[in-house]
């Protein structure tokens, strides 16, 4: 009893301690940081992306994790164990490469069932976990196909199998969905989600596609020229970044400029505007209003109540179907950005370039940076 | 507009004519040429055969020339063994060259294709790099090297790995040496390009499934690499089953490859239906590879559409 129960204890330890835990990581490629003093945990089961723009590292992240770059400083853990001395063909993780790195002279039961044929594993039991992962994929009855016989998406599938079946414990996939048409990449994203929650796998993907990190993934780490700049659940991220640069990477944001006045407020080019959250911060100091396009009402008339309220008029219309984009010159002869859903059927007649409209917004709507 | 398209498609046709105009001009009608010479009788005339076509003979002359001629030279290969042995003993050189050949041009094809990108470029030209001098003066420089008191025997005494000075040329080691050395490029430029081509991230999708270096390298490198083993192994072959001058030059004279033999009917026995009957019976004798070979070609360039 008394074992039974420490083992218990251990495993509940386990489930505690992160998966995967980047320690002070930092990657140099000749005199070029592609990484810098990196650290990041990745917990048991989770749904992972880094996102980044091209060229921030996040790639060279998993490359790390896949054991096909070395760290230059730092470690990795996987399971509290270093890996750094693990060869990349002994590691429990597996990889779902961009250009899927197909084999071309196997078929795709041979491409899927050669992570199992390394293991030594029997023909039958082989067979057996082929079929399932054709099941998985819904590629049954194309085992027998040559990898030039299948369209992008299909590939696709036959990468993502091959990449499971030794039931890695972490998965990672590197822009999975790019080369993708738009259409199918949304429906694969939900496949992903699906398969993940299914399996319990955990998965770590890249991806500069911001919409589609958002979507997936359970936390996001934001990076930039190979530094962490956020790690937060997706809503955190877009509604509460942390610098100025998160807020704008991710999504449409108009970012206004002031002071923190002694009351609270905060004194900008367009007067003094009402804010949340500025309780901690010093007041003389110069801080950022995040103000996302869809929190911003816009009227033709002068609206009543509690808001900030600010005149202008509509230089541009963004039309995009669901919703239109309008940007709006402000009295600082600044552009604000105002989305608002096309609900009516003529939703979009409603304002047209070169109205006055007033914009308002509730104190808490935006977020207050100071960095 | 009709006129014009036509005209333009008649241009296309055209374009396309030309490689078969050359084919016909520069090989089918010199192959029927020595092929009807092959059919002739020797005589002791000018030009040393017979019949000789007459146009002027018309008809009755067409029907005459078809009934003197005769398979008699391809019978007398057959029946003396001279030229059999001929025959094998150039196969047995060209396909045990062609396994050195692979054995030597394999690894050099792969250190290229894994060199860094910069380095490529001047290493396929050191590859092409003895193409700059004559053939035959690369030979004669062999025959320098190999020579009694050649380099080759000069620089192993001083190693103390012989004793006393060995006999390399006008041997069978000196014709490997010599063909290895002539045809390497053949090999290590088609092995180049197949192994070049190769997607590298397939090594890391091979590692990350859990096989180690060596096997991925059975398993992955050497089968994409075929199509490039096997343009490169026919690409020696066949001209090493036909090859002269290297047998001729570094060769002794108990060793007759096929070309040697017919250049000894042609010249010096001077029986060109004997002659042209070898050259016939080798086209026939390489015809399945270089079909295999077409075959390929044809594959490759429906799987690079």
């Given at each position: 009893m008394a074992d039974g129960g420490e083992a218990a204890q251990n495993n509940a330890?386990?489930?505690?301690?992160?998966?995967?835990?980047?320690?002070?990581?930092?990657?140099?490629?000749?005199?070029?940081?592609?990484?810098?003093s990196f650290s990041l945990d990745i917990a048991h089961g989770e749904f992972f992306a880094l996102l980044g723009p091209s060229g921030?590292?996040?790639?060279?992240?998993?490359?790390?994790?896949?054991?096909?770059?070395?760290?230059?400083?730092?470690?990795?853990?996987?399971?509290?164990?270093?890996?750094?001395?693990?060869?990349?063909?002994?590691?429990p993780v597996n990889m779902m490469f961009q250009s899927y790195a197909l084999f071309p002279h196997l078929t795709v039961e041979g491409n899927i069932g050669f992570g199992l044929r390394q293991e030594n594993a029997t023909r039958a039991e082989i067979s057996e976990r082929v079929t399932e992962m054709l099941a998985l994929v819904r590629l049954q009855g194309f085992g027998r196909r040559r990898i030039d016989q299948l369209s992008g998406g299909q590939r696709q599938r036959v990468a993502l199998a091959r990449s499971l079946i030794k039931r890695p414990r972490v998965l990672l996939l590197d822009e999975p969905l790019a080369a993708l048409?738009?259409?199918?990449?949304?429906?694969?994203?939900?496949?992903?989600?699906?398969?993940?929650?299914?399996?319990?796998?955990?998965?770590?993907?890249?991806?500069?596609?911001?919409?589609?990190a958002m979507i997936v993934a359970d936390r996001i780490a934001v990076m930039n020229h190979g530094r962490l700049m956020q790690v937060a659940?997706?809503?955190e991220i877009y509604e509460r970044p942390n610098s100025r640069w998160v807020a704008d990477f991710i999504g449409e944001v108009t970012i206004v400029e002031g002071r923190i006045s002694a009351s609270g407020a905060m004194d900008s080019a367009l007067g003094?505007?009402?804010?949340?959250?500025?309780?901690?911060?010093?007041?003389?100091?110069?801080?950022?209003?995040?103000?996302?396009?869809?929190?911003i009402g816009m009227s033709s008339e002068r609206p009543a109540g509690e808001l900030n309220k600010i005149p202008g008029t509509i230089s541009e219309i963004g039309y995009r179907g669901d919703i239109s984009i309008y940007k709006v010159r402000l009295a600082d002869r600044s552009l604000m950005k105002v989305a608002l859903a096309n609900v009516g059927v003529r939703g979009n007649a409603l304002f047209k370039a070169g109205d006055l409209v007033w914009l308002s917004w509730p104190p808490d709507a935006g977020v207050v940076l100071d960095s | 507009m009709r006129t014009q398209a036509n005209r333009r498609n008649w241009g296309a046709r055209l374009v396309v004519l030309v490689p078969y105009l050359w084919l016909l001009v520069f090989f089918l009608v010199p192959f029927v040429i020595v092929l009807k010479i092959s059919l002739s009788q020797t005589a002791l005339a000018l030009p040393p055969y017979m019949p000789v076509f007459d146009f002027a003979a018309g008809w009755a002359g067409l029907m005459e020339f078809t009934a003197q001629l005769s398979a008699d030279s391809f019978r007398l290969l057959s029946s003396d063994?001279?030229?059999?042995?001929?025959?094998?003993?150039?196969?047995?050189?060209?396909?045990?060259?062609?396994?050195?050949?692979?054995?030597?041009?394999?690894?050099?094809?792969?250190?290229?294709?894994?060199?860094?990108?910069?380095?490529?470029?001047?290493?396929?030209?050191a590859v092409v790099l003895p193409f700059w001098t004559s053939f035959l003066i690369r030979i004669y420089a062999w025959i320098n090297i190999l020579q009694r008191d050649g380099l080759l025997n000069d620089v192993l005494t001083r190693l103390h790995a012989i004793d006393a000075p060995a006999a390399w040329l006008s041997s069978d080691t000196a014709i490997y040496i010599g063909i290895v050395y002539s045809y390497l490029p053949f090999m290590v430029l088609p092995l180049y390009a197949a192994l070049e081509k190769m997607d590298e991230t397939l090594l890391e999708a091979a590692a990350d499934l859990g096989c180690p270096r060596w096997k991925t390298f059975w398993l992955v490198t050497l089968p994409l690499s075929l199509p490039g083993v096997a343009a490169g192994t026919l690409l020696c072959?066949?001209?090493?089953?036909?090859?002269?001058?290297?047998?001729?030059?570094?060769?002794?004279?108990?060793?007759?490859?096929?070309?040697?033999?017919l250049w000894t009917e042609f010249f010096s026995n001077r029986d060109w239906p004997v002659a042209s009957a070898i050259a016939v019976s080798l086209l026939g004798l390489l015809l399945a590879?270089?079909?295999?070979?077409?075959?390929?070609q044809q594959r490759s360039l429906e799987g690079s559409r």
């Open positions: 330890a386990n489930e505690q301690s992160p998966l995967v835990r980047f320690e002070a990581v930092t990657k140099r490629f000749g005199s070029v940081a592609a990484i810098e921030c590292g996040k790639t060279t992240l998993l490359r790390m994790l896949a054991g096909f770059e070395t760290p230059t400083e730092g470690r990795i853990l996987l399971d509290r164990e270093d890996i750094d001395a693990v060869q990349p063909h002994r590691r048409d738009k259409k199918l990449r949304a429906e694969t994203q939900f496949e992903l989600m699906e398969l993940q929650r299914r399996l319990g796998t955990t998965f770590v993907i890249v991806t500069h596609d911001q919409e589609e659940t997706p809503s003094r505007l009402r804010v949340a959250g500025t309780s901690g911060a010093k007041s003389g100091g110069t801080v950022w209003l995040a103000l996302r396009p869809e929190k | 063994a001279i030229y059999l042995l001929s025959y094998l003993k150039s196969l047995q050189i060209a396909a045990i060259s062609t396994i050195l050949l692979l054995a030597i041009g394999y690894p050099i094809a792969y250190g290229m294709a894994r060199a860094p990108r910069s380095w490529q470029p001047p290493l396929v030209m072959f066949i001209p090493i089953v036909g090859e002269f001058v290297i047998p001729d030059l570094l060769g002794g004279s108990e060793t007759m490859m096929i070309g040697q033999t590879p270089i079909l295999f070979y077409e075959r390929l």
